[in-house]
């Protein structure tokens, strides 16, 4: 019986010949042509104001905060059930961490719960949209509105999904997407930052490039570039903005493929809501579907358990995903005591399942019987 992993990186076939271009270009450092391509790609396709690759989602975060002007004491709202990166940004700059449940039908946080969190310290909302699936993106910004603070998109999971039409990452003043080898489109690793507010863009690429004004020197807009502000080094090699822009130019295919893929586990899978309680991704009416992932959330932390271990035995491999930051090693002791009974289900219960492109009929097959198997066994 064969092994069918978690994730398995699908590449398009143009990766290879794009890096060779690169090479043969001689400019496999940041910003070649490549990289500019990739930046077009995404600012024409989904109107951001400014499209800069970075080496990560992480790195791309880093720059939002920095761009903030994040200092020690500031607060910022964030969920609990979240990738670390998510949070490190802002940690990084000195923040303060104020956690926010998921809420009861999603992963996602639970925005009627972030109003009653806002201090006069608060200075950004970070809304992660869990599985690609969009957070309730009004209530937030007219808070933003309401209030003065910034919204920040962790669209790490989101390429090419949308809230009531308008792509994530267009919504918050800044947004951040990752590529890495485990997302829809992938560079290995990799990431992008994106600006919404031209206020924002031509400081972006100074902290992008190492503090200095570097990409206005090569644009002739100065006679020299010089150090004038932080930043660090967030650009990537042109190397992988080729493997990424060989998979931009795939995007309708991969998805389509990952779409399929996701209906086929959802139909063959809907009758455990009702036999078990199980329940499947929920996808609201403002949000579409990219189908990043697909997971079930069972009904206590000894079922899924026993699901994964029954699983193994099948030569299937299903995970868990986060762990609640609130309740990490790092964090546990300057949390404010709230319970965010949500994230730690998720925590608990929320199992994905195998996902990728090249899945066979066969495969989705063996993975769906081996789980209706085991409920019907139950």
């Given at each position: ?44 396709k989904y109107g951001f104001s400014k499209a800069l690759l970075t080496t990560s989602c992480t790195d791309a975060l880093e720059m ?226 990219n189908a990043h992932m697909f997971y079930l959330v069972c009904n206590n932390i000894q079922e899924r358990s026993a699901l994964i ?70």
């Open positions: 019986m064969d092994f069918i992993g978690f994730n398995k990186p699908y590449m398009t076939g143009n990766e290879l010949e794009y890096i060779r271009a690169a090479v043969t270009n001689k400019k496999i450092s940041g910003d070649g042509e490549f990289t500019k391509k990739c930046h077009n790609f995404f600012e024409n939002c905060a920095i761009l903030l002007n994040i200092k020690p004491g500031d607060e910022v709202i964030v969920p609990s059930y979240t990738f670390v990166s998510t949070v490190n940004a802002f940690i990084l700059r000195g923040a303060n961490i104020v956690f926010v449940d998921s809420s009861a039908d999603s992963p996602n946080m639970d925005v009627n719960l972030v109003e009653e969190l806002i201090t006069s310290k608060t200075k950004a909302i970070i809304p992660v949209h869990y599985a690609g699936v969009a957070c309730d993106m009004d209530p937030l910004l007219a808070l933003g509105n309401k209030y003065g603070i910034a919204i920040i998109e962790d669209a790490a999971q989101a390429i090419d999904s949308y809230y009531k039409g308008k792509p994530l990452g267009s919504f918050g003043a800044m947004s951040a997407f990752s590529f890495h080898e485990t997302k829809n489109i992938i560079s290995g690793e990799g990431g992008l930052f994106v600006s919404n507010d031209e206020k924002f863009n031509a400081r972006a690429e100074i902290i992008r490039e190492k503090g200095t004004n570097r990409s206005a020197f090569f644009r002739g807009e100065v006679d020299k570039y010089n150090w004038v502000d932080m930043g660090s080094s967030f650009l990537p090699s042109d190397i992988i903005a080729a493997f990424l822009f060989a998979q931009l130019e795939k995007m309708r295919e991969i998805q389509s493929k990952r779409k399929a893929i996701w209906e086929h586990f959802g139909k063959a899978l809907s009758p455990l809501t009702a036999r078990s309680g199980v329940k499947l991704p929920f996808i609201p009416d403002y949000a579409t579907n271990e029954h699983l193994k035995k099948n030569n299937i491999q299903a995970v868990f995903h986060y762990l609640s930051l609130h309740k990490s090693d790092y964090f546990k002791g300057s949390h404010d005591g709230r319970e965010l009974k949500f994230a730690d289900h998720y925590t608990d219960t929320l199992l994905r399942l195998p996902f990728y492109y090249e899945l066979s009929d066969n495969d989705l097959n063996r993975i769906t019987d081996s789980i209706l198997n085991f409920f019907n066994a139950r």
